[in-house]
């Protein structure tokens, strides 16, 4: 088991450092979000390793790759915003929407570009990591506890979903907060239980899909109330804004209701 999670660990430091190091015009959509996964599934071991009850001190290498973490996360959802208006409408690039977003989106790239440049000791981190993996002794505790983490989101979700809820009573990052467990959860099966035939992640995949889909169009609906609020636009600007306000509502609407058919197929696998 320690073993398998060290070598686990050593590959994806790896990949993180050769993404990393790569230039900067190698950037794109899909380069944000597959450094974003590979830290995701890092932060898996870290996550067993707090689980053990192993106490680990804040390592300043570590903390910077949460950071770019982050960062990255910034640029992504700024990206998809870019993604989602071209879906809903064609808006030329001039709109003082886009503008705005695209001036921000630069500075978020820069900033991230400049976070990069920080040197990061990957041997260092794998040393220390690989001393707190020795001294796991079971992976039960961590497997108890995600499993019971996702029925309870499980449930947030259900109360959500309810004709008498109050969407206002629960916030999006709880709701989120199930795409990301689930995500531990199928990486996890993954790393211990290799043998289990594919159909018993389909499901979890295609719910933390639709999880990781409605969760950009929230934000996507924050954004654009947002620019209405701080922007000093044209009318005309302010009706196509409405317009894809409304038109993304609809498509969050339709996400709640396949979420909410996807949450009553998923399987969590009994250890």
Known sequence: ???????????????IEEMI??????FNLEKYHHLRVEIKKLKLILNIIDASGIQFKNNKYLNQLMRLF?????????????VYLKTFK???KSTPLQLELNKELKKEKQLFFKMKTNPIDYKKIKKIVSKKIKKIDSIEAYSKTLKNE???????????????RDKKSIKVSKLHQTRIHLKYWINYLK?????????YFLAMKNLALKLGEWHDHVEFKKQLFQFLQNTSIQKGSIQDVLLIILKN??????????????????????D
């Open 70 to 82: 982050k960062q990255a996360g910034k640029i992504r959802a700024l990206d998809l915003l870019f």
């Open 21 to 26: 190091n790569q230039n900067n015009r190698a």
């Open 249 to 270: 509502q609809q498509k969050i609407e339709l996400l709640e209701i396949e979420i909410n058919k996807k949450i009553k197929a998923i399987d969590l696998v009994d």
């Open 150 to 164: 996702i029925k309870k989101d499980i449930k947030i979700w259900e109360k959500y979903n309810s004709k008498n």
């Open 191 to 199: 790393l211990f239980k290799q043998d289990l035939p594919e159909k």
């Open 90 to 92: 064609k808006i030329k």
């Open 1 to 15: 088991m320690n073993k398998v999670l060290i070598n686990y660990f050593k590959k994806k430091i790896h990949n």
